[in-house]
């Protein structure tokens, strides 16, 4: 083979990139829209449910105060009919709350794939398109680390200068989240050698940090309302799951995936001095752990999870 690379046309890439930012956004507004609709349909069942308990009440006020034997029949006759709607529509609308509970629960994680997969999808694309653009311009050798020494994962790494606290400050306070990312790695000593790639800003993000199953971490806005070491920290949480997950797998239960959780906040909260957290994000950090504690348990008892707001999705939010 020639070692010349001959770029055709960016069209293709172009193409499939902007169909997936329409998927991932068509997907929000059918979300949004499927949400209202439900909300719409279970308070007319609630406004039903009701209007007949009006009724039974107004029925057994009648049977109680009528003395006329044919119209106490009558009043009987039609509190059981307002009696048997009312059970019928309270059995519909437990089926109808528990159809919505498992939606919230697909919807979670449709929006947790278009919060990971699909930007992980663009940010390939996006890096393809620029090496492509980058050989019609000048023919540069890249190295990348062999898949041998990565446990078959190959990556290119960027080598981060040698920075300072004030440094990883000034980057967050001027918006350069990804380099801030970057230097929050190298002068806080996490280990990213479990990560897939390295760790990205992903603005769209709507928790701390999310890790998938490919071990591909993205840190959202939230990871950097607090303080340096609250960032430091949260990066931390996200390589201690892509570690458990290289190390033992992908959790294939929800208390698996619990105690992963569990094990991730227990490092964050051993190493608070080390990032120099304060007194309130531990807390902070002790409160989510304890959350995680009393759903495990929950789990475990055979209860369901006293919310579904969690559901699809990995990460501290």
Not at 57 to 63: M, S
Not at 309 to 316: A, I, S
Request: include cysteine.
């Amino acid at each position: 083979m020639s070692g010349e690379v001959r770029v055709v046309s960016f069209q293709a890439l172009e193409d499939l990139d902007a169909g997936l930012r329409r998927f991932v956004a068509v997907t929000g507004e059918v979300l949004e829209a499927m949400e209202a609709d439900i909300q719409r349909r279970l308070q007319l069942l609630e406004e039903r449910r009701q209007a007949l308990l009006e009724q039974v009440e107004h029925h057994r006020e009648i049977l109680d105060d009528e003395q006329n034997d044919e119209l106490q029949e009558r009043a009987a006759s039609e509190l059981k009919e307002a009696e048997e709607a009312l059970r019928r529509l309270e059995y519909w609308q437990r089926q109808a709350n528990e159809q919505y509970r498992i939606f919230r629960v697909h919807a979670g994680r449709l929006q947790a794939l278009c919060a990971t997969s699909a930007v992980k999808a663009h940010g390939f694309l996006e890096r393809k398109l620029a090496e492509l653009r980058s050989y019609t311009e000048i023919r540069t050798p890249s190295f990348t680390e062999p898949a041998a020494a990565t446990g078959g994962v190959s990556r290119t790494w960027q080598a981060v200068a040698p920075c300072t606290r004030d440094e990883l400050k000034r980057a967050i306070a001027e918006g350069r989240y990804q380099d801030a990312i970057d230097i929050a790695i190298a002068i806080y000593d996490i280990d990213p050698s479990a990560i897939n790639g390295k760790p990205r800003y992903e603005p769209r993000l709507d928790c701390v940090g999310t890790t998938d199953a490919d071990r591909c971490v993205l840190i959202g806005p939230a990871a950097f309302r607090r303080s340096p070491g609250w960032l430091a920290s949260s990066i931390a949480h996200e390589a201690k799951h892509a570690k458990d997950i290289r190390d033992r797998g992908f959790p294939s239960n929800d208390v698996a995936y619990l105690e992963y959780e569990i094990a991730a906040y227990d490092e964050e909260i051993e190493n608070a001095d080390k990032y120099g957290l304060t007194h309130e994000e531990v807390e902070e950090l002790r409160r989510l752990k304890h959350w995680y504690e009393a759903e495990r348990d929950r789990f475990k008892a055979g209860h369901r999870p006293r919310s579904s707001d969690r559901e699809g999705w990995w990460g501290p939010c």
